[in-house]
């Protein structure tokens, strides 16, 4: 009984570690014997030598194989001599064999000698020889079968009888008599069989032959390649072959439905001599049946496949009625899969496994160029599939809560994509409740991951360093022009997840391009997560940003670059510990002064990892550091936050003609936007790590200053990543006394008084308070980014470290409870290995005080009855009263500095009971308790 699910397989695969699969050939395979009729009465069975199986009984029941994969086996033992990935040997009728994958076996998938028993689903891919073999009289009935057979596969499918001595030499009893309906076949057309288990090397999709009967209806058989037979035929005995089917006398002919779909540059049939011909000749349909997207040289680096039809296919036409025996489903489609929700690979293929195949679920698939304004709606799922052009005049607008899936990639290679062209919009606009949501069509299994899609590229008509320039990622697309307040639309609440697909060196597709968009467009309120390269990137153009998220991208958060002269104002970005930057701001070698990148960003959390190691695939550099400044660029830094700096907070080369500078000039860019000769980064500006302010080549000085304090967010440890949990909310005050303002609220620089910038008290992307956090319903929560949590409970056993990830950071927590709140201090404070020098001071300057207050008690209450309890004055009690240096008076004067200075220590520093609960975590608890976060 092997009888896995949708959600849990059951999986037999490789011991051998994944960077060597796939791989075929890697161990034997599931060999099941049963007591069904075969030829010759019994057999000894293939790959094993000493096993024999068949018998009388057609209903014997072997068990259950449901939702089992086989992977990588089929081993080759001798000379016509190898192990199938699966093998039903004489097993009969009550067994049941469903949902069940071959893939990568070095023999065939399947393959039934003799017996009786029925499949349905069954899977096979990349098989070294034939994907289905039937052999030795078998009767049993397939239906939704699926192979891709790849560039040195063998057959889809041998169907073979059983050979008899004598002038019948094939028509030997039991005659095979699969009833095959519903399979889809891909070949390759350049393919070339490379079977090293074969008795023949015959290019043939599906090979009949020794007298083989059997019915094949609804079969679509497609990428029939030049010099292959989508059917081939030899070896045959007095069979009847007919493309009408019979009412009667199985097992003696074989039909081959008219209706079937055989395509590609091959042939369709073919019958050797010796096989009487289907009169007057065999059909079957030629056209396209318009699979959603199946390439004509599948194979395994195939990167996507969608094997359903469209609703336009043809698979819905001229359906073959199946037998109505109790086994069979009644279908209305040809192949293997139905439109919509009908992709029964999914939980079970390595396909689905591997992210080469779309979830399952019935969406519009979307591939068509946008000339006229057009809907994307709330109730509709979307599967995008192809790179869709917005093009000039045209409208694409999507209504809140809609959800885009993209395809890896489409038929011709290319990254699905959203292009909005010159001249064309997109409205955008979704809410805090009801995204939009752009993200990646594989199962959840397969996520969080870069560069599964393309991105969202929209174009304007604003200026740029040059005038126009083609698109990053895109060919032969063009942007740019003189309108500084041109208007592409509006993106608000838009998600970009799991995007970026490199499509060469140095030309990727990143999460939002917005290139030469103008200041007419609105953008807020937009996150990118897992992006393989940058996550938003504005070449050139003067759109503004405001609300803006970039979660683990590969390169740089946000770039900027070819003239960018907009203004960003609350921006979030969490880099990783493999992403990049959490901004790249360049502007161009060569541009005039007047062209000069001149970003303007107030309000900006980067956080870093303190063991981060860019590993980006697409950048031009990998220098480590927050802030990557180049190329000439200008702008104006204020209220930025830079928290796990391990390297430096910002780096800068490639410098021209600008002045850094920390004093805010007094010609500014607000007053005139030709006063762009200046870089300005705020001195109040929080670069926190054990890393270096600065770096800045030669040519590049200026920038020495900057706050190294600890901002301090509410929970962010050190080497924060997708899977931590995290809060970057700051505190309002270090204590709940509200006399210490947090850093994060403190020198702040007052923001341009404009129409964009919102007036601020604070620094970073967050204000304190629940509503002030603007991510926590829209962020990546689905994608296993952060988790911003409200409320969590701890667990562990004795001994367990329950949260290393966050030893020697300063944490703080709420308390539901003060029982809650006083079992937790119990627990966990232990600042023996993680307090800073001034927590120190103030331990050692509070101890003092406790010892004073113990010397004066002693000293009242001990030495004023010394004589009589025995304490005399060559004691150290009874000496201090003699000694001028511990009179009485200094005695208490010092108690009482003792004290001040005690209790400004625990203002500062929080009570062990205060909310919240300032601690260090440095060794191993056993407790359980639940912590609301304070968001």
């Known amino acids: 009984m092997a009888d896995g699910s949708n959600t849990s397989p059951i999986t037999f695969t490789s011991a051998l570690p994944s960077k060597f699969l796939p791989q075929t050939g890697t161990w034997g395979g599931l060999i099941i014997m049963g007591q069904a009729p075969v030829a010759g009465g019994t057999q000894s069975v293939e790959g094993l030598s000493g096993y024999t199986y068949g018998g009388t009984n057609s209903a014997d029941n072997s068990g259950v194989l449901r939702y089992v994969r086989v992977w990588y086996g089929g081993s080759v033992i001798g000379a016509d001599n ?127 032959r020794e007298g083989t009967g059997g019915e094949f209806g609804n079969l679509i058989i497609v990428n029939v ?227 599964l899609w393309g991105g969202l590229i929209i174009m304007g008509r604003a200026p740029v360093f040059g005038g126009t320039q083609e698109v990053e990622g895109i060919i032969g697309e063009t942007y740019g022009g003189t309108d500084a307040t041109d208007n592409s639309g509006v993106l608000q609440y838009v998600r970009v997840w799991y995007g970026g697909a490199v499509i060469g060196a140095n030309n990727e597709i990143n999460g939002i391009t917005l290139a030469g968009v103008g200041s007419g467009t609105v953008v807020d309120h937009c996150e990118v997560a897992f992006n393989q390269d940058d996550g938003i990137e504005m070449f050139g153009g003067t759109v503004d940003l405001k609300y803006v998220t970039a979660l683990f991208c590969g390169d740089d958060g946000l770039d900027t670059d070819l003239g960018y002269r907009g203004r960003i104002q609350f921006a979030f970005v969490m880099i990783g510990q493999s992403g990049h930057h959490g901004a790249e701001m360049d502007g161009n070698k060569d541009a005039a002064p007047n062209l000069r990148s001149f970003p303007r960003v107030y309000n900006a959390l980067f956080v870093g990892h303190l063991k981060g190691n860019p590993q980006s695939i697409s950048s031009d550099d990998q220098e480590n550091a927050i802030l990557r400044l180049r190329e000439a660029t200008g702008g104006e830094f204020g209220n930025i936050i830079l928290s796990n700096v391990g390297s430096y907070g910002v780096f800068q080369d490639e410098c021209r003609s600008e002045i850094r500078t920390q004093t805010m000039p007094t010609a500014t860019f607000e007053q005139d936007s030709n006063n762009d000769g200046y870089l300005w980064f705020s001195a109040n500006n929080i670069i926190n790590g ?35 949990v995290v809060n970057p909310g700051p505190f309002r005050y270090l204590t709940e006394t509200e006399l210490f303002p947090s850093p994060a609220y403190s020198n702040v620089d007052a923001v341009p008084q404009d129409d964009f910038f919102d007036a601020v008290t604070y620094k970073g992307a967050f204000a304190t308070g629940d509503d002030n956090l603007w991510i926590r319903r829209y962020v990546c929560d689905q994608c296993s980014s952060p988790s911003i949590s409200e409320r969590y409970t701890m667990s562990s056993a004795p001994g367990t470290d329950l949260l290393p990830q966050y030893h020697g950071y300063l944490v703080s927590f709420c308390f539901q409870s003060s029982s809650n709140r006083k079992n937790f201090q119990q627990v966990v404070v232990d600042n023996s290995k993680s307090l800073s020098k001034g927590a120190i001071a103030g331990i050692v300057i509070s101890v003092l005080f406790l010892v004073v207050v113990i010397a004066f008690v002693v000293y009242k209450y001990a030495f004023k009855k010394g004589h009589r309890y025995g304490v005399h004055e060559n004691t150290i009690i009874g000496a201090m009263d003699h000694n001028p240096t511990f009179s009485l008076p200094k005695v208490r004067l010092f108690a009482i500095m003792c004290f001040t200075v005690g209790l400004l220590h625990l203002w500062l520093n929080g009570t062990p009971l205060d909310r919240p609960t300032k601690f260090y975590i440095s060794t191993k608890y056993s407790f359980e308790i639940q912590i609301d976060s304070c968001i």
């Not at 038929?411 to 752009?438: Q, W």
């Open 82 to 208: 190898e192990i199938n990935g699966i093998t039903l040997a004489g097993v009969g009728s009550g067994t049941t064999v469903e949902n069940c994958e071959v893939a990568f076996n070095k023999d065939d998938g399947f393959e039934m000698f003799g017996g009786t028993v029925n499949l349905k689903r069954i899977s096979v891919l990349f098989a070294g020889d034939d994907a289905i073999d039937t052999d030795l009289g078998y009767n049993g009935k397939i239906q939704f079968a699926f192979v891709l057979v790849g560039k040195n596969g063998h057959h889809a499918a041998e169907m073979d009888s059983t050979r008899a001595s004598g002038s019948s030499q094939y028509n030997g009893q039991p005659r095979s008599f699969p009833q095959l309906y519903n399979a889809l076949f891909v070949g390759h057309t350049t393919g070339n069989p490379a079977s090293a288990s074969s008795d023949d090397q015959q290019a043939a999709l599906l090979r009949l």
């Open 225 to 451: 390649g030049s010099g292959t037979d989508g059917i081939y035929q030899d070896s045959c005995g007095s069979e009847t072959r007919t493309q009408t089917l019979p009412s009667n006398g199985q097992p003696n002919y074989l039909w081959l439905s008219k209706n079937n779909i055989i395509t590609g540059p091959g042939n369709q049939y073919e019958f050797a001599s010796g096989c009487a011909p289907i009169s007057p000749v065999a059909t079957a349909v030629s056209n396209d049946p318009g699979l959603t997207l199946m390439p004509i040289d599948t194979d395994v680096n195939t990167m996507f496949m969608d094997p359903r039809p469209r609703d336009n296919s043809i698979a819905f036409n001229a359906v073959d009625s199946v037998p109505s025996d109790g086994f069979f489903d009644s279908v209305t489609f040809k192949g293997a899969f139905n439109k919509g929700a009908g992709l029964w690979l999914s939980g079970l293929s390595w396909l689905d496994a591997n992210a080469r195949i779309p979830v399952d679920d019935d969406s519009t698939f979307l591939c068509e160029n946008i000339s006229s304004d057009t809907t994307w709606r709330k109730s509709t799922s979307y599967n995008l599939g192809c790179q869709v052009f917005v093009s000039s005049g045209a409208t694409l607008t999507i209504e809140a809560g809609t959800t885009i899936k993209a395809y890896r990639s489409d038929i011709h290679g290319r990254a699905p994509s959203v292009i909005v062209k010159p001249g064309a919009k997109i409205l955008a606009s979704g809410t805090e409740l009801a995204p939009i949501t752009f993200t990646s069509a594989v199962s959840t299994g397969n996520l969080p991951a870069r560069g």
């Open 690 to 724: 054990p890393g270096l302010f600065y770096y800045q080549s030669p040519g590049c000085r200026g920038l020495t200053q900057a706050r190294n304090e600890n901002p301090p967010l509410r929970l962010m440890p050190g080497t924060a990543d997708n899977t931590s």
